[in-house]
């Protein structure tokens, strides 16, 4: 067993690593941005691959990693976890259907609640709990749980509803649907703020950014993954809003 996933933020990383290790402690896990991953899929006949939803989708990031080796997914028994903050209508369903046409099987999956880390939007600001703590701790009993139903060989199935199903059809008629599949230009820079320290540049999984000359140019290549915003030191850069509220580093 192999755990493969993307994570922007951490989550998605820590609920892959904990299920593998709550079946077998010797599991290992890597992200996609490890190159080792791929090797490490084609050696391996079950996996678990994690993402986190975003518009209640696959990343793009996470998509084009499994359409690039659908060879690693042929014949394989594949368990999705996907991380979400709330609400996740067709993200496992379109994994789902990924993996099948791979020529892969679905063991199961699992939505797991976890922190919100969008934090330059007064919506998500408002409307998300900040207790994270808690949120982690719930995610992580139920992380056990469906571990030991796994072990058991009855693995749950959540996020793979007929409701799922209806509704990512009806949402992938919605005009915010494919925005994972348009890489965005983003991120917005507050140059007064930014130090020019760099950090964003070397750890944007897409190589969107580059510090030129002390100045951060942004190109048309961001799968959306909040990781600059949540990490740089200067609270200088934005997303998809325009103000930095809160920066989530729980996991990172
Ligand atoms: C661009 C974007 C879109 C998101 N869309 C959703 C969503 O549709 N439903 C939801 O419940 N959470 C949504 N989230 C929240 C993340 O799925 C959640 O915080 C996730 O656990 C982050 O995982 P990570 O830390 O592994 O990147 C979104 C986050 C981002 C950055
Ligand atoms: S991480 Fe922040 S401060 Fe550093 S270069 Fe990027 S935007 Fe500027
Ligand atoms: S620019 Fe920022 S949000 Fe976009 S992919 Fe890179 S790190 Fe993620």
Same mark, same amino acid.
């Given at each position: 067993?192999? %755990?493969?996933?993307?994570?922007?933020?951490?989550?998605?990383?820590?609920?892959?690593?904990?299920?593998?290790?709550? #079946?077998?402690?010797?599991?290992?896990?890597?992200?996609?941005?490890? $190159?080792?991953?791929?090797?490490?899929?084609?050696?391996? *006949? $079950?996996?678990?691959?994690?993402?986190?939803?975003?518009?209640?989708?696959?990343?793009?990031?996470?998509? *084009?990693?499994?359409?690039?080796?659908?060879?690693?997914? @042929?014949?394989?028994?594949?368990? #999705?976890?996907?991380?979400?903050? =709330?609400?996740?209508?067709?993200? &496992?369903?379109?994994?789902? !259907?990924?993996?099948?046409?791979?020529?892969?099987?679905?063991? %199961? =999956?699992?939505?797991?609640?976890?922190?919100?880390?969008?934090? *330059?939007?007064?919506?998500?600001?408002?409307?998300?709990?900040?207790?994270?703590?808690? &949120? &982690?701790?719930?995610?992580? !009993?139920? #992380?056990?749980?469906?571990?030991? @139903?796994? @072990?058991?060989?009855?693995?749950? @199935?959540?996020?793979?509803?007929?409701?799922?199903?209806?509704?990512?059809?009806?949402?992938?008629?919605?005009?915010?649907?494919? $925005?994972? *599949?348009?890489?965005?230009?983003?991120?917005?820079?507050?140059?007064?703020?930014?130090?020019?320290?760099?950090?964003?540049?070397?750890?944007?999984?897409?190589?969107?950014?580059?510090?030129? %000359?002390?100045?951060?140019?942004?190109?048309?290549?961001? $799968?959306?993954?909040?990781?600059?915003?949540? !990490?740089?030191?200067?609270?200088?850069?934005?997303?998809?809003?325009?103000?930095?509220?809160?920066?989530?580093?729980?996991?990172?």
């Amino acid at each position: 067993m192999v %755990g493969v996933y993307f994570s922007g933020t951490g989550n998605t990383k820590h609920c892959v690593e904990r299920f593998a290790s709550e #079946i077998d402690s010797e599991a290992k896990c890597f992200s996609i941005e490890d $190159t080792q991953s791929v090797s490490e899929l084609a050696r391996h *006949d $079950t996996i678990i691959f994690g993402f986190p939803v975003y518009y209640s989708n696959i990343p793009k990031i996470a998509k *084009d990693f499994i359409a690039q080796n659908s060879e690693c997914f @042929r014949g394989k028994k594949v368990f #999705i976890i996907a991380t979400r903050a =709330s609400f996740n209508a067709g993200g &496992i369903v379109n994994a789902a !259907r990924m993996f099948k046409s791979c020529g892969g099987s679905v063991a %199961g =999956s699992l939505q797991l609640n976890m922190p919100n880390n969008i934090g *330059d939007m007064l919506i998500t600001k408002l409307v998300f709990s900040k207790n994270y703590e808690k &949120i &982690i701790e719930r995610a992580d !009993r139920k #992380i056990a749980k469906a571990a030991r @139903r796994f @072990r058991l060989n009855k693995p749950v @199935r959540s996020g793979l509803s007929v409701f799922n199903y209806i509704l990512s059809g009806i949402l992938s008629w919605l005009w915010f649907y494919p $925005t994972t *599949d348009r890489c965005i230009h983003a991120p917005a820079v507050d140059k007064a703020k930014c130090s020019g320290c760099g950090l964003c540049e070397r750890i944007c999984p897409m190589s969107n950014i580059s510090v030129v %000359g002390g100045e951060v140019v942004s190109g048309e290549n961001c $799968t959306v993954c909040y990781r600059c915003f949540n !990490r740089c030191p200067q609270k200088a850069l934005t997303v998809l809003g325009r103000k930095a509220y809160d920066q989530y580093k729980i996991l990172q």
